[in-house]
């Protein structure tokens, strides 16, 4: 193996979304990391939100930055302490938010952030997986604690969030409902759903109401409705939205970082409070383990990624990027290795 590899990088946060395929050595493990060689890496919006600077005041990086959030791949070589991989392995990870760096053809991950690939998906298929996955399965476990029986509503559930959401929820014992475009409601029906609504002809505020939880993946322009449907004492969970008071303590910030949330998301904290419900924010962490019980599920439901048509290489990796910020990508935007 020769020790140079590719690797798509930033040197500083800046509003116009480019990276740099920049020549750089191989990574070195640790005694309890893998060495993976990347087959396929996913560009999420979160690549936007890192390289923009918009979540520096969660995680702060130095430069140069390799970029990219999840991949699969084959292990190269186990660190020392490492006894759940061996070389040849297939695997699949969302990397640690500190220690990103997924768009390069090697990555040095911690082995608890990393999983067997699930059997029926391919490499393309794998790294488009794992972080809608965990986002998926930290939000319902974590942040609403759901229980069997409940009913949760996914506004824009026809993505590649609700792909991973819909049977995970539904394995959890829910009532799932969904809103998105017409052309999705047969294959979001398909992996579980109890109700579609078309959102082009149904406005869900006059459809829904007591609903005891809402994972919003639109954003702010559709909170004050999201709210309105939720039963007193319900739960509203944003992966767009912003983070909040409690998302800071939660993560035991330091005062000063909590304070500066407190005040962002000051006006979502009230609005919410007037319904009676409670507004939370999700920043989704790597965890292997829940990434095992991912696999369990999407194995036992064939869940597989919708994918952009087109693979990307990383020298095209500023087409894919800005597909991703500016585009409508029809699924998850691939580089292949």
């Given at each position: 193996?020769?020790?140079?590899?590719?690797?798509?990088?930033?040197?500083?946060?800046?509003?116009?979304?480019?990276?740099?395929?920049?020549?750089?050595?191989?990574?070195?493990?640790?005694?309890?990391?893998?060495?993976?060689?990347?087959?396929?890496?996913?560009?999420?919006?979160?690549?936007?939100?890192?390289?923009?600077?918009?979540?520096?005041?969660?995680?702060?990086?130095?430069?140069?930055?390799?970029?990219?959030?999840?991949?699969?791949?084959?292990?190269?070589?186990?660190?020392?302490?490492?006894?759940?991989?061996?070389?040849?392995?297939?695997?699949?990870?969302?990397?640690?938010?500190?220690?990103?760096?997924?768009?390069?053809?090697?990555?040095?991950?911690?082995?608890?952030?990393?999983?067997?690939?699930?059997?029926?998906?391919?490499y393309e298929e794998a790294a488009a997986a794992a972080l809608t996955g965990l986002t998926a399965y930290q939000g319902?476990?974590?942040?609403?604690?759901?229980?069997?029986?409940?009913?949760?509503?996914?506004?824009?559930?026809?993505?590649?969030?609700?792909?991973?959401?819909?049977?995970?929820?539904?394995?959890?014992?829910?009532?799932?409902?969904?809103?998105?475009?017409?052309?999705?409601?047969?294959?979001?029906?398909?992996?579980?759903?109890?109700?579609?609504?078309?959102?082009?002809?149904?406005?869900?505020?006059?459809?829904?109401?007591?609903?005891?939880?809402?994972?919003?993946?639109?954003?702010?322009?559709?909170?004050?409705?999201?709210?309105?449907?939720?039963?007193?004492?319900?739960?509203?969970?944003?992966?767009?939205?912003?983070?909040?008071?409690?998302?800071?303590?939660?993560?035991?910030?330091?005062?000063?970082?909590?304070?500066?949330?407190?005040?962002?998301?000051?006006?979502?904290?009230?609005?919410?409070?007037?319904?009676?419900?409670?507004?939370?924010?999700?920043f989704v962490r790597a965890d292997g383990n829940q990434l095992r019980e991912i696999t369990k599920v999407v194995e036992?439901?064939?869940?597989?990624?919708?994918?952009?048509?087109?693979?990307?290489?990383?020298?095209?990796?500023?087409?894919?990027?800005?597909?991703?910020?500016?585009?409508?990508?029809?699924?998850?935007?691939?580089?292949?290795?």
């Open positions: 193996m020769n020790n140079v590899m590719k690797a798509a990088q930033i040197s500083q946060y800046s509003k116009v979304i480019e990276a740099q395929v920049n020549e750089v050595r191989v990574p070195d493990i640790g005694d309890n990391d893998v060495l993976i060689k990347v087959k396929a890496a996913a560009i999420n919006p979160l690549e936007m939100l890192i390289m923009t600077g918009s979540v520096k005041l969660i995680q702060d990086y130095t430069f140069p930055l390799t970029i990219g959030n999840e991949l699969a791949g084959i292990v190269q070589k186990v660190g020392k302490n490492v006894t759940d991989f061996a070389v040849g392995d297939d695997v699949y990870t969302r990397l640690p938010i500190e220690k990103i760096g997924g768009i390069a053809e090697y990555v040095a991950v911690d082995a608890t952030a990393v999983a067997a690939m699930p059997n029926n998906l391919t319902l476990h974590e942040e609403l604690n759901v229980q069997p029986g409940s009913t949760v509503f996914i506004p824009g559930g026809s993505g590649s969030f609700g792909q991973m959401a819909v049977p995970l929820a539904k394995s959890l014992g829910l009532t799932v409902i969904v809103s998105g475009n017409a052309e999705s409601r047969e294959q979001t029906m398909k992996l579980g759903a109890d109700q579609y609504l078309d959102y082009t002809t149904q406005s869900y505020e006059t459809i829904l109401k007591d609903v005891d939880y809402v994972i919003d993946t639109l954003g702010p322009t559709e909170f004050e409705k999201e709210l309105s449907i939720l039963k007193r004492g319900g739960r509203l969970l944003s992966l767009r939205t912003g983070p909040n008071k409690r998302f800071a303590q939660d993560r035991q910030f330091p005062f000063w970082k909590q304070t500066l949330f407190s005040m962002a998301g000051a006006k979502y904290d009230r609005m919410a409070k007037k319904h009676g419900v409670e507004y939370r924010f999700i036992a439901n064939q869940v597989v990624p919708a994918l952009h048509p087109k693979r990307f290489t990383i020298d095209e990796v500023n087409e894919g990027l800005g597909l991703v910020a500016m585009g409508r990508p029809k699924g998850k935007v691939i580089i292949t290795f």
